[in-house]
């Protein structure tokens, strides 16, 4: 998952970008209004970490922006102001959640999670697909309960699959949604995570989608009535 932090405050917003980084999300990263809407304007951001007090313009006046221009990636703000009222001015000019100065960084990422999930319809912080598990909170993957590792871009290629399970996710979107901005880009790195991702989960969930991409789906459980199939003696 590729998200925006947009903060002023060069601690903090080093603070967020190296724990989400660490979590496992590709992150870019914005100091000002301005350039925060750009970058939220012009690139596919499955969350935003958007702060109020901003500097040249505001973060409510950013987000009813993106929300006019018809961006809909969920938006988490971040804000020194505790007040009632408050709220209610970022609720309705578009934010998903709210989070007061000071919090804990395990709270912000909790918050992330669960408007990942639910931006894909997901409820439960455990994702699966058919024998595939993946524990959201804990980045944990299993396969019939067996764990299984996996490297930074192989977990990244897996979550953004199960979170837009049962529909055909192209390399493109894949490439967009999984590297931050700085990366050098490649989408044939993709096949290649991809065969390693299938190799490491030994079950087929991953179809490719010949000049479309890929599509994760369960794997056909054999009938109860079909014609079963004996060895001669």
Known sequence: MRL???????????QMVEALVEAG??????HDGEEGHF????????????DI???KMDGLSVLEAWRREGRKMPV???TARDRWSDKVQGFDAGADDY?????????????????LRRAAGHAASELTCGPV???TRSGRVTVDGRQVKLTSHEHRLLAYLMHHGGRVVSRTELVEHLYDQDFDRDSNTIEVFVGRLRKKLDVDVI?????????????EAPRADSPRTETPR
């Open 99 to 115: 989070v007061a100065k000071p919090f804990h960084m395990e709270e912000v990422l909790a918050r992330i999670r669960a408007l």
């Open 4 to 14: 925006l932090v947009v903060e002023d405050d060069p601690d903090l917003n080093r």
């Open 53 to 55: 007090g901003l500097p």
């Open 25 to 30: 999300y590709a992150v870019d990263r914005a």
């Open 133 to 135: 598990m993946l524990d």
């Open 76 to 78: 988490l703000i971040l």
């Open 39 to 50: 970058l939220g304007e012009t690139e596919p951001y499955d969350a935003v970490v958007l």
């Open 207 to 219: 179809q490719t989608v010949r000049g479309l991409g890929y599509l994760l789906v369960a794997p």
